[in-house]
């Protein structure tokens, strides 16, 4: 065999092998997606998808990164805003996480379990700050976050070019010398951002981990649009569309909700049933556009008086409830009380035709454990409240 045919067989093996490695990346690299996807599609709910897309960047048996942490943009703010990261913050932490992964050998699948089943188990103190971090949407913010969400590009800091930013948020936080930041997008509009480096290995950032991690971008950016879709589905299904409360059947679930927690916690819990009064007066005088505007208004009103904490519900008719978690009797009547007044000094539109010249409203008020210890209960004491301010001359809170 000559020396020019030989050199030829060489140069086919490595050829050879060169293509088999590849096919056998390729296999690898589609065996990961193709777990991530069923992964994703087994949930609609966007803390799971989050926690799923962030354990495929970084397990072992997935992407591998060291951290990884998830942002999503906040359309109606114009915000970037921090929602959950994996790994540790400091190296401090790294026994502890990885110390845990290894013992119980998790793999994909038992990483993605153990947050069903525990939601607290894994979380970082990386996570907690991430979620502490906003960062506007604006083109002359000096922000990485807002450059790769406004771009909506691939951006790879290495070493040389990461300096540029060493007074961003995401860089403070992270202290990592290399990270790689990239878009989630749905329909060609960014709606998130994930965040990864190597900061305990030092392993450096290759085309292909680039590459592996904005292929999961593009299934995560989807998976983030259709849990959105669904949560906003749910929501209108439990929602009064006149008003933008909850409607009654979700007071009802609230309710029970609320009750089993304040019995569980052992802690008081206070209920409001509010009704307009003279409302039908109104309603046969100008008719029943105008009684929904009345209606809507005082919805607007409500949503803008309670606390975040509190339940804010159209109970039916002119009727409206609200549930004030960890409040006892004095301060729900203080709260009832400021509600009443507002109401009875809000200009409502042509309110002069009522009997008292403006529109008022009466309140019932019944609290747990004192008042009822269940939720049928509970309503009937602040219906019967309700009953007693209507008859003794309206626009009055009983108790």
């Avoid at 050829?15 to 599609?41: D, H, P």
Wanted: glycine share 4%.
């Amino acid at each position: 065999m000559t020396l020019g045919i030989k050199y030829v067989i060489f140069r086919l093996m490595d050829e050879l092998n060169i293509l088999k490695e590849r096919t056998e990346r390729s296999k690898f690299e589609f065996n990961i997606l193709y777990e991530i996807s069923n992964a994703m599609a087994t949930t609609l709910k966007l803390d799971e998808i989050l926690y799923i897309i962030l354990t495929a960047a970084t397990a072992h048996t997935a992407l591998g990164f060291n951290r990884a942490c998830l942002f999503l943009v906040n359309e109606e703010e114009t915000m970037i805003e921090g929602k959950m990261a994996i790994g540790p913050k400091t190296r401090k932490e790294v026994s502890r996480i990885w110390t845990q992964i290894e013992q119980n050998k998790m793999n994909f699948e038992d990483l993605i379990n153990a947050y069903q089943t525990s939601k607290k188990s894994l979380e970082s103190i990386l996570s907690k700050h991430v979620r502490e971090l906003k960062v506007p949407i604006q083109e002359k913010e000096d922000s990485l976050l807002s450059l790769v969400a406004l771009e909506g590009m691939p951006l790879h800091l290495s070493k040389k070019t990461i300096r540029k930013y060493k007074n961003t948020k995401v860089v403070q936080l992270l202290k990592s010398d290399e990270m790689v930041l990239i878009p989630l997008k749905a329909k060609d509009k960014t709606n998130g951002i994930i965040v990864a480096d190597n900061f305990i290995t030092k392993t450096p950032i290759t085309k292909d981990n680039l590459r592996m991690l904005s292929l999961l971008a593009n299934q995560a950016g989807l998976a983030i649009e259709n849990s959105r879709l669904y949560q906003k589905t749910v929501i209108r299904t439990r929602m009064n569309s006149l008003t933008g409360l909850w409607n009654h059947g979700y007071f009802q679930h609230l309710l029970h909700r609320e009750i089993d927690k304040a019995k569980k916690e052992k802690l008081m819990l206070s209920l409001i049933i509010l009704d307009i009064d003279d409302f039908k007066i109104y309603n046969d005088k100008l008719g029943h556009q105008a009684g929904d505007k009345i209606l809507k208004n005082l919805g607007h009103l409500l949503r803008n008086h309670f606390r975040k904490m509190d339940h804010v519900c159209r109970y039916g008719g002119e009727e409206f409830s609200i549930i004030l978690p960890q409040t006892d009797k004095p301060e729900a009547l203080l709260i009832a009380e400021r509600l009443r007044k507002n109401i009875a000094e809000w200009k409502f539109s042509k309110a002069e035709i009522l009997p008292k010249k403006r529109l008022t409203a009466s309140l019932g008020l019944s609290t747990f454990p004192a008042d009822a210890d269940n939720p049928a209960d509970l309503i009937s004491a602040a219906d019967k409240k309700l009953y007693q301010a209507k008859h003794s001359g309206k626009n009055k809170t009983c108790s």
